[in-house]
């Protein structure tokens, strides 16, 4: 009797199945690196970059020593790239000057998705502010227009 009473819950073990996901298929989004920009002028909506109305040495950016601005072309547009090794989950607040005169403020929270799953814990934008105005996640990554009066 002691055999059956130790068989039956080990029959039912080995019928349970595993809550492991394998991850090894998985393709997860990638975390927050940069913050993408394009400077056009407010009347004709020209690229100021591609035209060089703008260069880097016009546009400083306040807030934070470990950021970094360049200008790279990406799919065949001249943008201004932000950015900071310092990004973790935490509100970032930026100001961004153009020619000495024109001021951007720039206010980014990052999070980190939840912690489950084979995708968790990857830090992202949970909100980008420009001049209090609040930007949506497809403007973020595909370069938030700027309109340079």
Known sequence: MIKYLLFIPLLFLSFCESDEVDCAATICEGRISELLFQLRDSTTKENLLTNESLT???????????????????????????????????????????????????????????????????????????NDETKEIQEIYNGSILLVP
């Not at 016009?58 to 072309?73: F, M, R, V, W, Y």
């Not at 509100?91 to 961004?96: A, G, I, K, P, R």
Request: net charge negative; glycine share 6%.
């Open 56 to 130: 880097l040495e016009d546009i400083t950016l306040k807030g934070s020593t470990s950021a970094q601005l360049s200008i790279e072309n990406i799919l065949e547009t001249d943008m201004l790239i932000l950015r900071d090794s310092n990004w973790n989950e935490d509100t970032f607040s930026y100001q961004l000057i153009i020619k000495d005169s024109i001021t951007y403020n720039l206010d980014l929270e990052l999070k980190r998705t939840p912690n489950s799953g084979c995708c968790g814990g990857i830090l992202r934008t949970d909100s980008f502010k420009i």
